[in-house]
């Protein structure tokens, strides 16, 4: 009777072991983590996870594969390290993150946890790997975004410093300008001075638009205008063994744009076409007018029906695999080696597509080039603008102005622009300065105010000196970009406003406009 009872309490302890063996076995298999085991440097166990996130087939791993056949190349020592220290050392519940190459060749970012184990009777190692790939991304796309904006920062501060220097440097060649005869030689040298700064000036708020968010500023445009002036500038972009064709419509094509960013379309998708034809080719930019239907849209899932300017930019490139085509407009997504590109070109171009209210399609196939597609709907006037230099003479005046401008070559150059053509000029060095010296003479009918100073900047300052005179009339410069003179709030309410770098007789039309008015 004993030995029947022992019988079927073994039975039963037995029928235990494979219930719960049964038990584990379901839960590792089925698991949403790989799970693994090493000893002697080989897999010994993986689950079906671990296979789907290697690519690998159970049979491929299982006493043929090593970590180090996984890892990338760059992290074999690492996982050696990491592995003898949980044997050898007993360091072992540790967290580690790696670069994985799958069977397919594509990366992905493992998190492995790392334990001491005894399997077989002798020491192992297990634990689990989780595919953290999106979470690795999300992590770089905000570091690059950090970066992006402290980069944005800093080229905002040295735009503002370079459009001081600019300013003068425009200034004065203006004025040498009005003294020196047209026969002069001279007057040669001013000029090539004069047209270097002015290209220095460009380049500059480039520097501002490529690097910061700034507000975009719509009025209507003759897109066919803006390819033809940004022509030279995408000529040196391009190698010389790049032939760029303009092939624009004999049609004036007027659409509601901000002239940088069409600007900024332009170069970063000459940029991606130079990069495709590395051995040369043609990049082939026309535009034409489209009446977009309902075909249209259900061939691309969006749109608007309506009459549309087409901007088409084609090159006879490497052309884009189409695994990858869909992916082309995501942030920091790019195909190029590591430190060769930011991946921000194309997402950037979309963005300005989407803001003018345009949309925009891609038609490519590997060997066989690339084409663009913008579409922006077109208006049907476009207001003539007179230059500057045609709505008004240059007027002398003998009012009182006051200049408040920390850079003192700026003030200098300002006041002696003034005291020229008849005004009086008094000089600020700084917010409080100009407080001062605004109490101090009532006669003042204008002041030139930088936006950003220290001790106060221009608003406060304008805010102060309208408690003195509400009717005290203002104008407003700065070289900084617009979202900073939006955050010193500036823009919050209209005011008068000139860019730096500013030239004598704009400034002077400018002065006696306000005075006048």
Do not use: W
């Not at 060095?429 to 030139?448: M, R």
């Not at 970009?481 to 010193?488: G, P, Q, R, T, Y």
């Not at 309410?493 to 770098?501: A, F, L, R, S, W």
């Amino acid at each position: 009777m004993s030995f029947v009872m022992n019988s079927l309490s073994t039975d039963k302890t037995k029928d235990s072991h494979k219930e719960s063996e049964s038990v584990y076995r379901f839960l590792v298999e089925n698991s949403l983590a790989g799970f693994y085991i090493i000893q002697d440097g080989l897999f010994r166990f993986v689950n079906k996870k671990f296979c789907q996130l290697s690519g690998y087939d159970f049979g491929e791993i299982i006493n043929r594969m090593s970590p180090a056949d996984l890892v990338n190349p760059i992290e074999h020592r690492n996982v050696s390290e990491i592995l003898e220290k949980c044997l050898c050392k007993g360091d072992d519940n540790s967290e580690h993150t790696f670069k994985v190459v799958r069977k397919d060749g594509q990366i992905t970012t493992l998190q492995m946890t790392v334990k001491l184990f005894v399997y077989n009777g002798k020491p192992a190692v297990s634990g689990t790997i989780i595919d953290i790939s999106k979470e690795a991304d999300l992590e770089f796309q905000l570091l690059q975004s950090q970066k992006m904006e402290a980069i944005g920062n800093l080229a905002s501060g040295i735009a503002h410093d370079f459009n001081n220097i600019i300013t003068v440097l425009i200034g004065y060649c203006d004025m040498l300008q009005m003294k020196i005869d047209q026969t002069d030689i001279s007057r040669r040298y001013v000029d090539q001075i004069l047209s270097a700064s002015q290209k220095a000036a460009c380049l500059t708020q480039k520097l501002l638009t490529f690097s910061r968010q700034q507000p975009i500023s719509l009025r209507p445009l003759n897109i066919n205008s803006i390819i033809n002036e940004a022509e030279k500038l995408l000529e040196r972009l391009i190698t010389e063994d790049i032939r760029l064709i303009a092939d624009l419509s004999t049609e004036d094509i007027i659409i509601m744009g901000d002239p940088t960013q069409i600007d900024q379309i332009l170069f970063n998708l000459a940029s991606n076409a130079k990069d495709a034809m590395l051995s040369g080719g043609d990049l082939r930019i026309s535009t034409r007018t489209a009446e977009l239907g309902r075909e249209f849209i259900l061939a691309h899932g969006f749109g608007k029906t309506g009459k549309y300017a087409v901007l088409e930019v084609q090159d006879t490139g490497t052309g884009i695999n189409s695994n990858i085509i869909d992916k082309i407009y995501n942030p920091f997504f790019t195909t190029k080696e590591l430190g060769k590109g930011t991946g921000l070109g194309l997402s950037t171009v979309y963005g300005i597509v989407k803001q003018h209210k345009g949309y925009i399609t891609v038609c490519s196939k590997p060997d066989e080039g690339t084409t663009f597609h913008i579409y922006f709907p077109i208006v049907k006037s476009m207001t003539h603008e007179v230059p500057v230099s045609e709505l008004s003479s240059v007027k002398y005046g003998r009012e009182t102005i006051l200049v408040a401008e920390d850079d003192d070559n700026v003030r200098y150059f300002i006041i002696e622009i003034l005291n020229r053509f008849g005004y009086k000029a008094i000089g600020a060095k700084d917010g409080e300065d100009a407080i001062c010296k605004f109490s101090e003479h009532e006669d003042i009918s204008l002041i030139i105010m930088d936006s950003v100073m220290p001790r106060k900047n221009g608003r406060e300052v304008c805010e102060c000196v309208k408690q003195i005179n509400p009717g005290i009339k203002i104008l407003f410069m700065s070289g900084y970009s617009a979202d900073i003179l939006a955050d010193k709030g500036i823009l919050e309410y209209e005011v008068d406003y000139i860019e730096k770098p500013l030239s004598y007789d704009e400034l002077i039309i400018k002065i006696r406009n306000m005075i006048d008015n």
